[in-house]
């Protein structure tokens, strides 16, 4: 090849992948839905009166700690239970509500609807908290106490505000007369931070043991509406979870022999199990940007973005390898890229004078999508390389499958647009979770399961879940309980609402109705993107003599006497 047709082969070869690049990043639009924003000054907006901002302080006095599995504080979840019970006596009290405590502690709420041919869905919450260290935090863990408008407690925002949030969303709703047409369920487990063992499982049991097959979509505890977490994106993004990484804990074991320290042998048991251990931290996995839910997310908040990130994160294909170096830097946004890989536990020795017997260390993995469980085994025992090192798993659960975003997809799209209206200056996106849920025990009802809490983070907020200092502002405990009053009502609707062309055409003008000049009865929605899709010939004549109608009646200069059909024209 002459030099000049290997210039014009690398100049064809460039200008391709511009073209391609160029079409992508402008090609990528997510949905834009009009909502309507909730307003404060809206008749049906929950306020946060004293009494509500009491019981949820009261609730998060009751210190529900789990400890790990099996051991819980029993009374404590009882107390919390007749806290709920005399907080909401409407709920408590409704012909329409069903309450079922499960496995002693647990509640399952079935709220019923009256149009059965729609399919229910389920809200899920949990009402343990993990425990807390006292001496490092600022105000008391189970005090509530409130300072600078945050209310600090354990479970403020894991995850007490969803429980207090639902029910107060279903107490208004049902106090002002709320009959729903979809039934719906809300499940409460009382062990979800020990893995939901004994709470969650078994409320599905009991589902299961109803008869129930298929809920429409799931939501329960998740992402959060993020401020300043994403490079290049100043707007809060709210991210919907609609996967969930896989986790595995292994367990290390050492054996060494015990003796004097006066003569100690070159390697003890604590030494050879920190040197694995050090191995383990010093070589994290390989990032996994692009082969799972967070290329979804990257893509969608895309056009959020200066031109220089848009053409990046449009093009994850070719720009891959900076954005995850990008994405390494920081906690939480390397925990969406990667296996991440936590060393949480390590035990070894008796006494300052006697060599140790054996040393146990545990290592904590949350595994990307992409990758199975042996893949991590066996790389840890690679890294580790040594036959003394004793590698057992002790608990694992694979990566959770991503559900369903795109535009149709009723449950994603509920809970984004319902998003939208409580955080009207907010992006929603697909995301991945990146801690793990009660949701794994819900799987065979339904592959729509999103992982969302109401909680407005900015960077550092992170490090508040089981950590120190948890806190949510009042003004975000409302909108948490605004948003479930939205998810209730939007939910109750058959069909997507904003599902139409419509939004295309939201800038000409505030006006827009939907109609179709369909005759219906019972039993004929399913027809909708169903089998048997059908209309009469006498429907098909009402159908062209209406739109004569609206032609004929909108060319008036004003609103008119309008005629029957009958009369004479
Ligand atoms: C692109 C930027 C992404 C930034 C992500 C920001 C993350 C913000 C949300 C942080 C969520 C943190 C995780 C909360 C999990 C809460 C539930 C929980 O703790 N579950 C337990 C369940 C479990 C699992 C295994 C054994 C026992 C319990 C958990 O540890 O995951």
């Not at 894991?158 to 729903?180: H, R, V």
């Not at 991440?340 to 008796?350: A, E, L, Q, R």
Request: glycine share 6%; net charge neutral.
């Amino acid at each position: 090849m002459s030099c000049k047709q290997l210039c014009i082969t690398l100049v064809a070869i460039c200008s391709a992948l511009l073209v391609i690049v160029l079409v992508r990043t402008f090609t990528l639009v997510p949905r834009k839905d009009v909502v309507i924003a909730c307003k404060t000054a809206d008749s049906d907006f929950i306020k946060l009166t004293d009494q509500i901002l009491k019981r949820f302080q009261k609730a998060l006095q009751i210190d529900t700690i789990s400890f790990k599995r099996g051991e819980y504080n029993r009374d404590q979840l009882l107390l919390l239970g007749s806290h709920l019970q005399k907080s909401f006596p409407v709920v408590h009290s409704s012909p329409l509500v069903k309450l079922d405590i499960i496995a002693n502690y647990s509640r399952l709420y079935t709220i019923s609807g009256s149009n059965t041919s729609l399919t229910p869905y389920l809200l899920t919450a949990h009402l343990d908290v993990v425990p807390a260290i006292a001496e490092e935090w600022e105000l008391p863990p189970f005090d509530a106490q409130i300072k600078d408008e945050f209310i600090y407690a354990r479970g403020a925002i894991d995850f007490k505000q969803g429980i207090m949030g639902i029910l107060e969303a279903l107490e208004y709703l049902l106090s002002k007369g709320f009959k729903p047409n979809r039934s719906f369920y809300i499940g409460f487990g009382h062990d979800e931070e020990v893995t939901g063992v004994d709470g969650a499982r078994a409320i599905s049991q009991e589902l299961q043991s109803r008869g129930l097959k298929q809920v429409e979509f799931l939501l329960d505890e998740g992402l959060a509406v993020l401020n300043g977490f994403i490079p290049g994106i100043k707007k809060p993004v709210a991210l919907i979870g609609i996967g969930e990484k896989g986790f595995l804990t292994l367990k290390l074991y050492v054996k060494g022999e015990a003796g004097h320290s006066s003569m100690p042998l070159k390697e003890t048991a604590i030494g050879i199990l920190a040197k694995a251990v050090s191995k383990i931290e010093d070589n994290p996995l390989p990032s996994m940007l692009g082969y799972g839910p967070e290329k979804e997310m990257l893509e969608h908040l895309a056009h959020e973005m200066p031109l220089a990130a848009r053409i990046v994160m449009s093009n994850l294909w070719l720009f891959g390898p900076i954005v995850s170096w990008f994405f390494s830097q920081k906690p939480p946004t390397n925990a969406i890229i990667r296996t991440v890989t936590s060393v949480t536990m390590f035990n070894g020795g008796v006494k300052t004078n006697v060599l140790p017997s054996d040393a146990t260390a545990y290592i904590n993995h949350r595994i990307h999508p992409a990758q199975s469980l042996q893949e991590i085994m066996d790389y840890d025992r690679a890294v580790i390389n040594d036959d003394r090192v004793q590698i057992s798993v002790e608990d694992s659960m694979v990566a959770a499958a991503g559900s369903p975003s795109g535009e149709n997809d009723f449950g994603y799209q509920i809970i984004s647009n319902s998003i939208r209206q409580i955080w009207t200056n907010a992006t929603t996106a697909p995301g991945m979770m990146i801690g793990n849920t009660d949701t794994k025990h819900y799987k065979d009802f339904t592959k729509n399961i999103y992982r969302f809490s109401p909680t407005v983070m900015f960077p550092g907020d992170e490090k508040r879940f089981h950590g120190v200092n948890e806190r949510i502002s009042k003004n975000n405990y409302e909108q948490a309980i605004n948003f479930y009053y939205h998810i209730i009502v939007n939910a109750d609707k058959r069909l997507l609402m904003g599902n139409t062309d419509t939004r295309h055409y939201a800038m000409f003008t505030k006006n827009i109705y939907r109609f179709c000049p369909t005759v219906m009865f019972l039993g004929d929605e399913k027809r909708f993107h169903g089998i048997n899709e059908r209309i009469s010939k006498k429907n098909y004549e009402q159908a062209i003599n209406f739109y004569y109608h609206v032609i004929t009646n909108a060319d008036q200069r004003s609103l008119i006497n309008i005629h029957q059909h009958s009369d004479e024209l």
